[in-house]
């Protein structure tokens, strides 16, 4: 596969699978969690992606709420709010110790199915919810947190969760884990980019260089100067930022791979800073 030019490649096939099993799976829920990922409210999100979902009730979790300022979530919370007539909630299910909240919305939104149901002659029984969104985003994470265990992978790649699982949160809620999937189409290459520097995207789809670049072409172009505080060079390259920490190859070349590697690792782990990548 060619990984030198600006192209991020999708995988078709695969996603035409897991999106079939998704679709089939809906049917099955009464209501469907929506995990997006709070540094790309709109661009990770599938609201915008015409009958993915269906008409479910849908909670939106903005999710890694800990990687950007606040106000601005808030800001973005309103916007998806009014958007999608859904309820939005903020989350962070590396730190947070209480993700209750979530339960909580999630069996209000499951009630209605579950009463028409019953009204039909059948027992009550705990919601089915259905937790979906791009991959990487923190499924696993939030269900973890919610059974305060590991019953589900996680990992800070995209594709860990490769099997749909069931999880019993209590005796009130069920959850079934998704593997996370992007069902775009390939030439929507401004949003696969910023999928990309969230880790959204598949690492064998991409070069790291290239996407480095990218980002730090987008962050100097945001915030030039909590950048330039943050590398401590004065023109922001990849190869500028080898040089001032002597990440040499022989031959003297600066080491570029490691570098880009570097940058998408600051940038994904909030070290940089706390940046929103969408627009309002
Ligand atoms: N900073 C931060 N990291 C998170 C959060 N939720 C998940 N992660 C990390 O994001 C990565 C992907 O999580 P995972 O649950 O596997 O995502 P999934 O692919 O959507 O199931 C892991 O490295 C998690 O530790 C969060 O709220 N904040
Ligand atoms: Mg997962």
Redesign the pocket.
């Given at each position: 596969m060619k990984k030198d030019k600006l192209h991020i490649h999708w995988y078709p096939g695969h996603i035409a699978k897991a999106e079939k099993k998704l679709k089939e799976q809906l049917s099955l829920v009464d209501a469907v969690i929506e995990?997006i990922d709070a540094r790309l409210p709109l661009s990770s999100s599938y609201d915008n992606i015409t009958g993915l979902l269906g008409d479910k009730p849908r909670l939106l979790l903005l999710?890694?709420?800990?990687?950007v300022n606040t106000q601005e979530l808030n800001t973005f919370v309103k916007l998806l709010e009014e958007k999608s007539g859904f309820p939005v909630l903020k989350?962070?299910?590396?730190n947070s110790k209480d993700l209750n909240l979530i339960v909580k919305k999630a069996v209000e939104l499951s009630e209605p199915r579950i009463q028409a149901l019953m009204k039909k002659g059948l027992l009550r029984r705990p919601a089915r919810v259905m937790v979906v969104?791009m991959?990487?985003?923190?499924?696993?994470?939030i269900i973890n947190k919610l059974t305060k265990s590991s019953k589900t992978k996680?990992?800070?790649k995209a594709g860990?969760?490769r099997q749909q699982q069931w999880v019993r949160i209590n005796p009130q809620l069920d959850l079934l884990d998704t593997p996370?999937i992007i069902p775009m189409k390939q030439e929507d290459q401004a949003r696969a980019k910023k999928l990309a520097f969230v880790n959204a995207v598949s690492e064998n789809a991409y070069s790291n260089e290239i996407v480095a670049k990218e980002l730090l072409g987008l962050l100097n172009e945001k915030y030039p100067q909590i950048l330039k505080d943050f590398y401590k060079v004065e023109n922001l390259s990849l190869d500028d930022i080898a040089k001032s920490r002597n990440w040499i190859v022989s031959g003297g070349n600066p080491d570029i791979e490691r570098t880009a590697v570097y940058v998408l690792r600051d940038f994904r782990e909030?070290k940089i800073g706390k940046f929103i990548l969408d627009e309002i």
């Open positions: 995990v999710n890694k709420a800990d990687l989350s962070d299910a590396k969104g991959p990487n985003v923190g499924k696993s994470s996680i990992g800070a860990v969760t996370g909030g």
